[in-house]
């Protein structure tokens, strides 16, 4: 198994800077670079201070030039925002710029809020439809003069300018969750991201068997890769870990609100949650955080990941993004890769 980071700029609060957050970002998969990291994943995001990213292109390209060896991915795209002939360009184009080093990872997005504003009347179904158009096209157009009758997008015969540094282009990875989604995946060639959100075990199973059913509906096609995509928290004692649960609590209480599209937004920031709306969540909590996620000191770290490991996952996204201060994540970070990371050589 091998590791990697997931990581944006997070701003819940109008005092937090953002080009500090900006440089913290780059600071984090710095690290990731320089002790053995696989690849460092940021994605895509609009008009949301919870999570800032609205070309995570932009920001691979930067991390390109102040990183030697992980590979860059974007974690993840959202389909329905891109225009296949776009999409196929600017891909090819970071590749080249990044040294063949970019991973395309593309989703079908999750916030109304983003839908509302970026394809008004959109709903998920519609956007996983308008996915299922995009990947094809985007790889037809680098192999060259694709034209298209689509039911999103149709255009006359045309070459994705520039064509990706690697062959056959980046890697993509689909973000996958329904059978559907990991079969469309699996026919299409692509490897497969995964994320149990706040669910734990008993859905990081409950995927890796949907992968495999995909995979044996297709038993003419090459196994793909999958990756785990799960917060992690590596603590120095117990005390620790019960703080990082309540910080991560607070983050999933925010996307929460953030999912269901409810509460009043100003200036990107969405109506703060007071401790009493954390307290009285009908299912989060930090007890809950604790046994769902891998938030733990670095021995029962390592003998949970072994069971991922064990299950086939290809991949574990370390996945850092919880609202705590920098510093804690940095010291999280520099614990897996010293005390977690050796265990899977």
């Known amino acids: 198994m091998r590791f990697s980071l997931f990581v944006h700029m997070e701003r819940i609060s109008q005092e937090q800077d953002q080009k500090q957050l900006y440089d913290e970002f780059i600071a984090l998969a710095k690290i990731a670079d320089e002790n053995g990291m ?12 919870f999570t800032i990213a609205p ?39 970071t590749d080249m710029i990044v040294d063949g080093r970019l991973e395309l990872g593309i989703a079908r997005g999750a916030y109304s809020y983003e839908y509302e504003r970026m394809v008004p009347s959109m709903d998920a179904w519609d956007a ?24 999103y997008h149709s255009f006359p015969a045309t070459t994705s300018s520039p064509k990706p540094m690697q062959e056959n282009g980046p890697p993509i990875w ?3 969750r329904d059978a559907n989604s990991h079969e469309f995946a699996v026919s299409q060639g692509c490897h497969v991201q995964v994320t149990p959100l706040w669910q734990g075990d008993a859905e ?23 990756m785990l ?13 019960q703080q990082a649960a309540e910080e991560i ?34 299912f989060y909590s ?42 804690r994540k940095k010291a999280s970070l520099k614990r897996f890769i010293k005390d977690v990371m050796p265990a899977f050589e």
């Open 229 to 241: 995509l799960n917060h992690t928290y590596i603590a120095a004692d117990a005390d620790d870990a």
């Open 38 to 49: 696989h690849a460092v994943w940021t994605g895509e995001h609009h008009g949301m201070n």
């Open 128 to 151: 996983g439809q308008r996915m299922r158009e995009l990947i094809p096209a985007v790889k037809r157009l680098w192999q060259g003069d694709y034209a298209q009758e689509g039911v």
């Open 204 to 226: 990081i199973t409950k995927l890796m068997d949907t992968f495999n059913a995909a995979c044996a509906k297709f038993p003419g096609t090459p196994r793909p890769e999958i």
């Open 249 to 282: 609590n607070r983050f999933y209480c925010y996307f929460g609100a953030w999912f269901k599209n409810e509460r009043a937004v100003s200036q990107g920031l969405i109506e703060r949650l007071s401790d009493a709306d954390i307290a009285n969540h009908p």
């Open 286 to 327: 930090a007890e809950a955080m604790l046994r769902d996620n891998v938030i733990a000191t670095p021995i029962d770290a390592i003998a949970r990941i072994k069971t991922y490991e064990d299950m086939g996952y290809d991949e574990y996204a370390f996945w850092i993004d919880s609202g705590m201060s920098f510093e």
């Open 55 to 93: 070309n995570p292109f932009l920001n691979l390209i930067d991390l390109a030039r102040q990183t030697k060896n992980v590979r860059l991915g974007t974690g993840t795209l959202i389909a329905p925002f891109w225009h296949p002939i776009r999409l196929a360009g600017e891909a090819a184009m």
């Open 174 to 176: 689909v973000a996958a």
